[in-house]
């Protein structure tokens, strides 16, 4: 059975940096596209950032120029470095992950548990 687990997030202040990895195992053949999503206080899940299995990358216009995301050295990881972090990108991060070369605008196949992320003045 397909499972992402995150790891990365924490209790930071603004304007510093941190970076969330996530892995995927259980899966029989590479996952194509990846990405990241959250869940900030009072509002629906938001695509963060995602990447496809050629390397396209699409961003959230909130964090396009701060967020970067990568496919890491092994099969199934993904990276999301967040740079010069603000108050605002405050939530729950969720990794997910589809067989298909991207993520469709209705969402992963395969979730993360979320990994929560905090920014504090």
């Known amino acids: 059975q397909v499972q992402l687990v995150e790891s990365g997030g924490g209790l930071v202040h603004t304007g510093e940096s941190l970076t969330l990895s996530c892995t995927g195992s259980g899966t029989f053949f590479k996952l194509g596209g990846m990405g990241w999503y959250r869940q900030v206080p009072g509002k629906p899940r938001e695509m963060v950032a995602t990447v496809s299995s050629r390397g396209s990358t699409n961003y959230a216009e909130s964090v396009k120029g701060r967020f970067a995301v990568s496919r890491g050295n092994v099969k199934n990881m993904v990276l999301l470095q967040m740079n010069n972090l603000e108050r605002e990108d405050t939530g729950v991060y969720y990794c997910?992950?589809?067989?298909?070369?991207?993520?469709?605008?209705?969402?992963?196949?395969?979730w993360g548990q979320g990994t929560q992320v905090t920014v504090s003045l």
């Open positions: 997910g992950g589809t067989y298909k070369t991207t993520i469709p605008n209705s969402g992963p196949d395969y």
